[in-house]
């Protein structure tokens, strides 16, 4: 099993979800977050004051799939929707997961992060 975790510019919202939804990925977990990369943020002029803001509003996506198939699939649908080519495009993260637990039915591993029935 593998979680992806997806940092993605506000913008990307949509287009990553219908991305994701459009490969039959499901259990997605999405979060608004802030943080900055490489770019380290901008910085604007205020009433005449200049003001850095290094903390950009972003969202984040997690999403654990079963096998390296999926796991690929998830990336390249991430990678695409939120690909514009500009600096702060964002991130993907994969880890290996080692159990995962439903805890409604005790099922665990890839029967817990299956449908239900």
Known sequence: MFKIEAI???DSLEDVKAALL??????????????CGTQMGYTQLVRGSKVSTTML?????????????????????????????????????VYRIDRAIRIRTGE????AITPAG
């Open 8 to 10: 993605v510019r506000e």
């Open 22 to 35: 459009a490969q039959d990925i499901r259990g997605i977990t999405v979060s608004q977050v802030m943080g």
């Open 57 to 93: 509003p972003k969202i984040k996506f997690e999403i654990v799939v079963s096998t390296s198939d999926w796991a690929e699939r998830a990336i390249e649908a991430i990678r695409s929707a939120a690909h514009t080519g500009n600096p702060g495009d964002g991130k993907i993260f």
């Open 108 to 111: 665990e591993d890839v029967k």
